[in-house]
């Protein structure tokens, strides 16, 4: 549940404001369109009934989301999204959001502040094939999957 939570901090976080290891990440070459994938492997949960209203409630406030990122070669994006149950209390959710970006340390995805120019850690980014089809997005401290970016064409 608090990863779910955590993406959607995010989303709400952007409304408001390379080598050839396989662990390593070639800026250009991860450049491209993806969707955001938030059926992320479920949190342990102390017992069966806040297993329950957990995915009770992330499934209705996913119901019908859809999540795209664009990252630019030259280090802009925009996040696309698409949230009727969210939008319904925040409806600019749903526009798109311009962003800057940049890795550090090889894997180490960074949003680029506009106002103070400082570089924030985010994800750590870890390639699933080896290529840049299949992404996953960890966690900074824990380095656990948070969710899964697919390359769209």
């Given at each position: 549940m608090r990863k779910c939570i955590f993406v959607f901090l995010l989303l709400f976080l952007l409304v408001s404001c390379g080598s050839s290891s396989s662990s390593s990440f070639n800026s250009k070459k991860f450049a491209g369109r993806y969707k955001i994938d938030l059926c992320s492997p479920a949190p342990q949960f102390q017992n069966a009934y806040e297993e329950v209203f957990a995915n009770l409630l992330v499934s209705m406030l996913t119901v019908g989301t859809d999540v795209?990122?664009?990252?630019?070669?030259?280090?802009?994006?925009?996040?696309?999204?698409?949230?009727?149950?969210?939008?319904?209390?925040?409806?600019?959710?749903?526009?798109?959001?311009?962003?800057?970006?940049?890795?550090?340390?090889?894997?180490?995805?960074?949003f680029i502040n506009d106002s103070t120019g400082a570089k924030e850690?985010?994800?750590?980014?870890?390639?699933?094939?080896?290529?840049?089809?299949?992404?996953?997005?960890?966690?900074?401290?824990?380095?656990?999957?948070?969710?899964?970016?697919?390359?769209?064409?």
């Open positions: 795209d990122i664009l990252f630019y070669e030259k280090g802009d994006g925009v996040l696309k999204c698409k949230l009727p149950i969210i939008s319904l209390f925040a409806p600019q959710i749903n526009e798109p959001k311009p962003f800057r970006w940049c890795i550090t340390k090889d894997s180490v995805l960074n850690p985010i994800y750590i980014l870890r390639k699933v094939n080896g290529t840049y089809d299949f992404v996953n997005a960890c966690d900074c401290e824990s380095h656990e999957p948070i969710f899964l970016l697919t390359r769209q064409n």
